[in-house]
């Protein structure tokens, strides 16, 4: 039986909330990134989004391939598709019209989808369109879905598996030299207009883990350089959000950019490297996080904009800085207290939070664990 590789355990969490302080300063962002929240902050605080959300998901679609790949030496093709189905794709679209409405109604106050034609249109319908254009971050369950489904198409195909082979050659010198790969797949299959659904890069952060980051050489690799390569990649985090300053960074131009790639990786390298070094362990706190990380994932964001809505139509700080830090200790309040409610009711567990009976901890999910 292999052991648990709990420095993967603690990437997956630690990504989560890294996404959960990303998304209080995205609300009131300043760089004209479009928000469900039509007031603008703190324009310097938008540094912080511009030095996280180049690899925040990316991050995350590695994780998930890597424990696709323990999944898969576990389950059957059919098996794990169908446990997929039942954690990550029903709760993702069920969240839609459950609670995605909210953020649909919520663009509609400032944005007036409805071109002042809203007393027109019967309420149902009102409610279908808020609620599919308040999908939110239920996108990541989406595009990992397409994920597994491919990951099981490629191993029909490659019986043999010739791939597995190929990568296991990989050596650290070409693990660096991937990058124009990384970089020429952050310009195909991207939604226009809105750049959210990113299948390239995604798809392929996620294959990378299935097939290289899975590799414990590899990662024992990583980890003997961690220390200077972790340098390496702050001084460059720090150079690359300094001349960003106030750029779009939801931007197909920002995220197809050279320099955007190039930090990214680098912070994916560093990342599994740093983490096999000084986070391969576990305790209550790091086994809580990892059991709920789907849970809190599907629920922040929503949770985030009641609450910035609240604060800055009712309550309206003369100071903005406290919208800020009252919304991130409101979140860290009332994110796990809401997610224990759900978690005891019949069904809506299943249907929300993707809660299964198997009570064990495993490692086939990207975002969670469920008890």
Known sequence: MKTRKHYLDNIRWITLCVVIIYHVFY?????????????????????????????I???????SGVSTKYSLDNKTNKEFIKDRAKRILVPSIIGIFAYGWITGLMTNYYSD???????????????????????GPLWYAHVLFVASLLIVLI???????????????????ILFLLFPLVWGSSFILNTPVITVYRFGIYLLMFLFGYYIFSNDKIINKLESISLPLGIITLITGIVFTVTNYGVNFGSNEFLTN????????????????????????????????NKNNFSFYVLHYTIELIIAFILVEYIKLNNFIF?????????????????????????VNRLLLGIVKQQKIDMDTSLKVNE
């Open 27 to 55: 609300i009131f962002n300043s760089s004209g990134v479009i928000s469900n929240i039509g007031v603008k902050g703190i324009k310097e605080l938008d540094t912080i989004c511009v030095f996280t959300y180049p690899w």
């Open 57 to 63: 998901m990316c991050l995350l679609f590695v994780v």
């Open 323 to 347: 919208n800020y830090i009252i919304l991130l200790l409101g979140t860290i309040i009332l994110l796990p207290l809401i997610t224990e409610i759900l978690k005891r009711i019949p069904i």
């Open 155 to 173: 191993r029909k195909i490659d019986n043999k598996n010739v791939l597995d082979n190929l990568f296991n050659k990989i050596n650290l010198p």
């Open 258 to 289: 050279i320099f955007t790639n190039i930090y990214l990786w680098l912070v994916i390298l560093s990342a599994f490297g740093l983490s096999k070094k000084y986070l391969n362990f576990n305790n209550k706190f790091t086994n809580y996080m």
């Open 113 to 135: 989808i409805f071109a002042g034609n809203g007393a027109m249109i019967p309420g149902f319908i009102k409610y279908i369109i808020w609620s599919l254009i308040g999908i």
